[in-house]
């Protein structure tokens, strides 16, 4: 009863755990009921945490007895009872008598989840959750007027109304909330869209005697909270039949100024056309999405085009691109920027389309929670050519199963809205949510999705956390590594370098000493032979002491020139140019003597000691 509004529903708690701790007694307290049910919060980000919390992950563990608090409505009062666990239903019914001066004999205590429940049943055999919502009905009772009638009717044209409407020809029950302000006939333009059945044609049971189409459903006189109703259609407007005394309600036949025309019959037309149901073009919704579109995007662009066209501009933001890239868009990023994907399959053929869009899809709190928890991608089926498209992606991205799941809903059954969760091998398909559900039981859905989802993107962000932390480790030791490798790169290339400069030097070394070798060969052929000590000409007999220590003994004519010496000493590994010969007393350089003078002009006759140095 509080449209799944967290924000009142935590405050009810609050309140009332707060009453019973300070009193300490388990009894009911009343208050003024709400001037109207709170309204669905606005897709801000100051009211995200209404439909963001993530539900109950643990058990609080309370001390015995269970106490269960229940929000018990009775036309404009609101009850609150804090009651035990073990008590029965007729307990709260008597503390109720007490509270609002009603029988219990007349009252009717309704809201039960499990149905409609006899009064020695136990709470505690209903499995009830600490805060529950009732309302309590008294139909042999009629209202009594007050001097506060216009302001009760005030509130009461913001409060919610549900509406219980039985199709008898289909065999089906819709429930639907309106607010107090809406007029009984756009009611009936609503049901128009659910049920096929145009407003002229309708035929109702359950409004008030005094209900007329112009009235709004405050003013009515219809039970609040919830209020049962049905319909059918009439088969010609002559069979409208009066009311009987015996029955309170009246059977309404809808013939109001926004139907003042012939039955399409007379004019040759189908009523299905009128509704979108034929083929003529002329009367018919443009379609969501065109006919064998090729690219993906444009059908998105004319999906939300016309989607805002038929619904306004509160409704998801529809993601524009391929479902390929939604799923990227959702699965593939960052573990705390994942996001569930919801997968919208529209089918104008379905009766439920309409009202669907227009009170569940653009619901603020479902736009809300949708754009702040979801990457939200659409597609129409409502074409055989685009339902066969739709089919091949998600057999592509999804499997198999899903698009047999998809195959298996038949078109009444749609829309549907596919939640998928990414996971690390594949992507599972949490929920499927059909089009006969409310505002509620969607949001419910949502937030239980989501709370599985949450459970999962914490084990991942932890795994994730871990995983970067395991490969910063190893690039750290990886850099460590190259740094390494550089080092020892470079230390290889200075050694390779120094053996090649080595080798570069030996290999000049080598050919200076080869060079020096030829050179001094060719001189040691070239020297004139040794002369015999007795001979016709002067002999000079020379002793050179080389650096080593050891002497070169050599005999030369006297007429020999000094160059023939030089090259004798040349021969022996000492050049002129790095060595200079010199005499022992008095000290002459004798290789700077001419080398054309000969040894008696150098006086080096007829014996001398020389000995070499070398140059500095």
């Known amino acids: 009863l509080n449209n799944w509004d967290l924000v009142v529903s935590s405050n009810i708690s609050s309140n009332l755990s707060s009453v019973a701790s300070q009193a300490n007694i388990y009894g009911p307290h009343s208050q003024a009921a709400p001037a109207a049910p709170p309204a669905a919060p606005a897709a801000s980000s100051s009211s995200s945490s209404a439909f963001c919390p993530a539900l109950p992950s643990r058990h609080i563990v309370e001390r015995q007895p269970r106490m269960l608090n229940f929000r018990v409505e009775y036309r404009q009062r609101t009850v609150e009872v804090v009651i035990e666990e073990g008590s029965v239903v007729g307990e709260i019914k008597q503390i109720l008598e007490t509270e609002l001066q009603v029988p219990v004999s007349k009252m009717q205590l309704k809201g039960w989840k499990s149905g409609d429940v006899s009064d020695s049943i136990v709470l505690q055999s209903l499995h009830l959750p600490k805060n ?3 309302y309590v009905l008294t139909p042999d009772i009629t209202p009594t007027a007050s001097t506060s009638q216009n302001s009760v009717l005030q509130e009461s044209l913001n409060q919610n109304f549900l509406l219980v409407i039985s199709h008898r020809e289909a065999q089906r029950d819709y429930n639907l909330n309106f607010p107090g302000s809406r007029t009984i006939q756009e009611v009936k333009r609503n049901v128009s869209d659910l049920t096929n059945i145009p407003v002229r044609h309708q035929q109702w049971e359950g409004w008030p005697a005094s209900a007329s189409d112009s009235m709004t459903l405050a003013a009515s006189g219809i039970s609040y909270p919830c209020h049962h109703l049905g319909v059918c259609r009439r088969s010609s407007p002559a069979n409208t039949q009066e009311p009987t005394e015996e029955c309170a309600d009246v059977h309404m036949v809808s013939d109001s100024e926004g139907d003042d025309f012939e039955d ?11 509704f979108g149901m034929g083929t003529s073009t002329g009367c018919r919704k443009a379609p969501l999405m065109p006919e064998n579109t090729e690219n993906e995007v444009d059908a998105l662009l004319h999906f939300t085009a016309e989607f805002t066209t038929r619904y306004g501009e509160c409704h998801p933001v529809f993601f524009i691109g391929t479902l390929e890239a939604a799923s990227q868009e959702a699965f ?4 705390r920027d994942r996001k569930l994907l919801a997968i919208y399959l529209h089918n104008d053929e379905s009766v439920l389309g309409n009202v669907f869009c227009s009170q569940m899809m653009c619901a603020d709190s479902i736009v809300s929670y949708l754009s702040q928890n979801f990457i939200t991608w659409a597609w129409d089926v409502t074409k055989e050519a685009n339902k066969a498209r739709l089919l091949t992606m998600c057999t592509r991205h999804f499997g198999s199963v899903v698009a047999q799941t998809i195959r298996t809903y038949k078109t009444d059954q749609f829309p549907l809205l596919l939640i998928v969760m990414g996971k690390r091998t594949s ?4 929920n499927v949510i059909q089009g006969n559900t409310t505002v509620d039981e969607l949001m419910m859905r949502l937030m239980g999705a989501m709370e599985i989802f949450t459970a999962q993107q914490q084990e991942d962000i932890k795994d994730e956390d871990e995983r970067e932390a395991r490969e910063m480790v190893k690039r750290e030791q990886d850099e460590a590594y190259q740094l390494s490798l550089e080092a020892d790169r470079k230390k290889r290339e200075a050694q390779e370098r120094e053996q090649a400069e080595q080798l570069r030097l030996q290999q000049i070394q080598k050919e200076a000493d080869d060079e020096k070798e030829a050179i001094r060969l060719s001189l040691e052929h ?19 002491r080389t650096p080593s220590g050891e002497f070169l003994v050599r005999r030369f004519l006297g007429s020999t020139k000094l160059q023939v010496l030089f090259d004798f000493v040349a021969s022996k590994g000492y050049p002129w140019e790095d060595f200079k010969l010199l005499t022992t007393f008095p000290r002459r350089n004798i290789t700077q003597l001419d080398p054309a003078s000969s040894l008696l002009e150098a ?14």
């Not at 992507?427 to 949490?430: A, D, I, P």
Request: net charge negative; hydrophobic share 35%; charged share 30%.
């Open 332 to 335: 593939y990023g960052k573990a």
């Open 427 to 430: 992507n599972e398909v949490l």
């Open 132 to 134: 529950n919502s009732l």
């Open 526 to 544: 070239a020297l004139p032979p040794e002369p015999a000590e007795e001979g016709g000409e002067p002999i000079s007999k020379l002793r050179i």
């Open 264 to 274: 399409a019959s007379e004019f040759g037309v189908d009523e299905s056309e009128m």
């Open 603 to 616: 006086k080096l006759f007829p014996q001398e000691t020389l000995f070499l140095e070398a140059k500095e």
